[in-house]
């Protein structure tokens, strides 16, 4: 389509810039040259290696929200399996070539799922990624201008399998809560604002992105502090802004000079467009409060964590459902799912028939939990990072998935739950993920200590420990994604922005971790926290963002036979 544009007397243009978004053959480029006439018509031929999709600041997705169903489904089509990771590979890469990073690629090797039996294509997974996408970067090396020699960062590969509990457990950070139970399209709101004439209520579209610094300040702090912040805004604001005093003593019959007219019209704009980002955010944390109230959420986030932790286990689950009947069918799955990830024998014989009658479940709902085990899991051995199993003919596991964490503290109910990866990405710091676990293809000089990587650390992670006496950075569960940043205006603070544009060139190597399968909304607030405390940026990259209905869409799927999924939204 290029040289037919072109080529030739009368071109269709008269210059052409040309940018790829990765790289092309080189026998392509070369029948481009090999045509004189279009040789000179070209403005610029580049290529700009941009495959990702950016999500905020610290994560990225490679666009495929098929990729768990088409990689862990067992419908066995080797060349969809095959297709998905190279083109997977291939936009994981371009990350590191446009920031110019040459990672030291781990991933979970397929040893640790389980040594007993011959693994499947799903749990080479992460192993074929990591081989495909060290195979593309490597050659960087010499096609790349000024592309790093040695290894600058880590990459991390992981697979959904690591933990199955995030994407189904009630997350009630703000963000989370947002998109958990609101009814939201990606990172759109719909607002309802006053109509201009008098009628009904219009709705407006708005974006919670990182360009609303009020949203930038409370995204991933919890709830209950959310609330709390908003209202300490808006009363803050009314106090200070001159409009808002002048409209408060109108109010209260005081009679207002000419001056005072004059400096209320001059400080209306920003005093609009404040009002206006304070509103739709106590609008929309009084909507997610009503539907936590109205659908007793508390009660069940509680049973949900206590399970998570080995507080809770067959008793209260019976209990919750046979008391709770109004709680919705996701939540019941949900519930369920976290159940089945913790007591895997609970659901062997004819007990999963049971729980799903007292559920009140379709066996099409239980599917879902039967196909958590097509994902595969930890073996029972790997107790260290107090993983689970999801083996479900696996003997008795430890009935919990997670150990508290030393040193911190709930600040807020039901904060206590942490993604796996929180865990992992800590243990890659520190240089003691387990070899046996966590394979590395460019292994760095072998660690002295028999199976850890402690030996291997970059010098910046080295940097990065603590040089004072112990104390955890999060004693407090909030310190620092939940207090860490206030304003004093309505507006949200410079700091909350000042605090988005970090300078990164003063803290340690990147640490980069892919999931495959889909990330959650928790895992992208831990690597903004961990940020902060390691003092190296930690960049999230996955598939997809998922929220829970999708995950469970997606792990239904997996059991069919063929994959079709036209015209079908997840």
């Not at 992981?158 to 189904?168: G, N, T």
């Not at 390691?534 to 996955?542: N, S």
């Not at 999708?550 to 792990?555: A, E, G, R, S, V």
Request: glycine share 6%; charged share 30%.
């Amino acid at each position: 389509m290029f040289l037919s544009d072109m080529s030739g007397r009368e071109p269709l243009y008269r210059k052409a810039f040309v940018f790829f978004s990765s790289p092309i053959p080189k026998e392509l480029v070369n029948h481009i040259k090999s045509d004189t006439s279009v040789l000179p018509r070209i403005g610029a031929l580049r290529e700009m290696n941009f495959e990702y999709f950016p999500v905020d600041s610290q994560a990225f997705t490679t666009d495929q929200e098929r990729a768990m169903e088409e990689l862990f489904g067992n419908f066995g089509n080797a060349r969809r399996f095959d297709a998905c990771l190279n083109i997977m590979a291939t936009r994981i890469a371009t990350v590191f070539a446009s920031l110019k990073e040459l990672p030291f690629v781990r991933y979970r090797s397929a040893k640790a799922l389980d040594e007993s039996t011959e693994p499947t294509p799903s749990d080479l997974v992460a192993t074929k990624l990591a081989a495909t996408v060290w195979d593309i970067i490597s050659k960087y090396k010499s096609s790349i201008p000024n592309f790093p020699q040695k290894e600058t960062c880590d990459l991390l590969i992981l697979d959904r399998s690591v933990d199955q509990i995030a994407p189904v457990i009630h997350e009630w950070t703000y963000d989370a809560m947002c998109h958990d139970l609101l009814d939201m399209d990606g990172n759109k709101y719909k607002q309802e604002v006053p109509s201009k004439t008098g009628g009904d209520p219009e709705k407006k579209e708005v974006l919670l992105e990182d360009n609303d610094p009020v949203w930038l300040e409370l995204r991933h702090t919890h709830i209950a502090d959310a609330s709390e912040r908003l209202h300490d805004k808006f009363t803050n604001f009314a106090s200070k802004n001159k409009a808002a005093q002048l409209q408060q003593s109108a109010r209260e019959g005081n009679e207002l000079s000419t001056r005072d007219l004059q400096k209320m019209v001059q400080a209306l704009p920003q005093y609009t467009e404040q009002v206006e980002k304070i509103s739709l955010h106590v609008e929309i944390a009084g909507k997610i409060n009503k539907i936590i109230k109205e659908t007793g959420l508390r009660g069940l986030g509680q049973l949900e964590q206590d399970l998570v932790f080995g507080d809770a286990g067959a008793k209260e689950v019976i209990n919750y459902l046979r008391t709770n009947q109004d709680t919705t069918p996701e939540n019941k799955l949900r519930l369920l799912m976290i159940y089945a990830s913790v007591y895997p024998e609970k659901f062997e014989g004819d007990k999963a028939t049971k729980l799903m009658q007292l559920a009140k479940l379709s066996s099409e709902d239980m599917k879902v939990v039967n196909n958590m085990r097509l994902l595969g899991g930890s073996s029972e051995s790997k107790k260290t990072s107090s993983s689970f199993s999801l083996k479900f003919n696996a003997a008795k596991t430890k009935q919990a998935a997670r150990k508290d964490r030393v040193g911190e503290e709930e600040t807020w109910q039901l904060s206590r739950f942490y993604p796996m990866i929180e865990e992992l990405i800590e243990n890659l710091n520190k240089g003691e993920l387990l070899k046996n676990e966590y394979s590395c293809i460019n292994e760095p000089i072998p660690a002295p200590q028999g199976g850890s990587l402690r030996g291997s650390r970059s010098s910046s992670a080295q940097m990065s420990q603590p040089t004072t006496a112990p104390h955890s950075m999060r004693s407090r569960r909030t310190a620092n994604w939940g207090r860490a940043r206030h304003s004093d205006d309505g507006y949200s603070s410079d700091s909350a922005l000042r605090g988005a544009c970090t300078d990164f060139k003063k803290m340690g190597q990147r640490i980069f971790v892919f999931m495959i399968g889909g990330a959650t909304r928790s895992e992208l607030r831990v690597c903004h926290k961990l940020t902060t405390k390691l003092r190296r940026e930690v960049i999230l990259g996955t598939t997809s963002i998922i929220e829970s209905p999708q995950y469970i869409t997606k792990l239904k799927l997996l059991s069919e036979k063929e994959l079709a999924l036209d015209g079908l939204k997840i």
